[in-house]
């Protein structure tokens, strides 16, 4: 079992930066592939960024890449969502999960933390 709690969201101004942290435990939780996803009222989840915990093999959308950065620490069993230059459609629930694969497939994420609120304001 892997158990996974979000903490970082909140309200921020069109261009302005927020650091979303996922805090990991469990057994073997470096084993694991960890993912951000998104998801925006009356809209599929959709994938934002994963990262390998055993090497620094990371993924990104289209729509952050360049904008956003996943990153780990491995004595904290933490991973970091820094977000920069953020716009009103990076507004969403932002989630983090943890695959046996590196997948941007939601439905590989067997684990789930509860989410937590981004709003940017135009």
């Known amino acids: 079992q892997v158990q996974l709690v979000e903490s970082g969201g909140g309200l921020v101004q069109a261009g302005g930066s927020l650091t979303l942290s996922c805090a990991a435990s469990?057994?073997?939780?470096?084993?694991?592939?960890m993912g951000w996803f998104r998801q925006a009222p009356g809209k599929e989840r959709e994938f934002v960024a994963r990262?390998?915990?055993?090497?620094?093999?990371?993924a990104y959308a289209d729509s952050v890449a360049g904008r956003f950065t996943i990153s780990r620490d491995n004595a904290k069993s933490t991973v970091y969502l820094q977000m920069n230059s953020l716009k009103p459609e990076d507004t969403a629930v932002y989630s983090c999960?943890?695959?046996?694969?590196?997948?941007?497939?939601?439905?590989?994420?067997?684990?789930w933390g509860q989410g937590t609120q981004v709003t940017v304001s135009s």
């Open positions: 990262i390998d915990w055993s090497t620094p093999r990371t």
């Open positions: 469990g057994r073997t939780v470096t084993a694991y592939v």
């Open positions: 999960g943890a695959s046996r694969y590196y997948t941007a497939n939601a439905r590989d994420y067997n684990y």
